[in-house]
Structures are given as structure tokens and as C-alpha cells.
């Protein structure tokens, strides 16, 4: 399984790629049809936004829909 980091508007740190890699690798026990896992981490530099500034999305494409 291909598991893709990237971040938008803020840098991807390599301690934090291999956490994503060590925790999302458990994913394949619950689908064996997985495929890759893309993991977006973005950040908002509006202030009036502080307490949603932060947020990670994660894609798991399988055979079949998403």
C-alpha cells in the first residue's frame, strides 16, 4: 500500500511522516483491498479561524468507490 504525505500552506516534518506510516499501516487489517492512503495536512493563517486552523485529511482508495 503507497501512503502519500503532503502538506498544504505548512511544512511536512519527517518525524511526523513516519508516525502517519507506523499508525496507518494497521489500516490494510480492516480492508485487505487497500490500495494507497493519502494524507493531506493543511493549515489556516486566518485569525479569526484559530480554533479550526488545523486540519488533516485522509483518502483511502480501494478497488471500488472511495
Known amino acids: 500500500m503507497d501512503i502519500v504525505v503532503k502538506g ?3 511544512e511536512v ?3 511526523f511522516r513516519k508516525h502517519v506510516a507506523e499508525k496507518l ?3 490494510e487489517r480492516f480492508d ?3 490500495i494507497s ?3 493531506e495536512l493543511s493549515r ?3 485569525p479569526r479561524q484559530s480554533g479550526h486552523c488545523d486540519r ?3 483518502t483511502l482508495r480501494t ?3 472511495l
Do not use: H, M, Y
Request: cysteine-free; hydrophobic content about 25%.
Open 63 to 65: 478497488r471500488g468507490p
Open 8 to 10: 498544504r500552506k505548512t
Open 13 to 15: 516534518t519527517e518525524r
Open 44 to 46: 489556516e493563517r486566518n
Open 32 to 34: 485487505g483491498k487497500a
Open 25 to 27: 499501516s494497521r489500516v
Open 37 to 39: 492512503l493519502d494524507v
Open 56 to 58: 488533516i485529511e485522509i
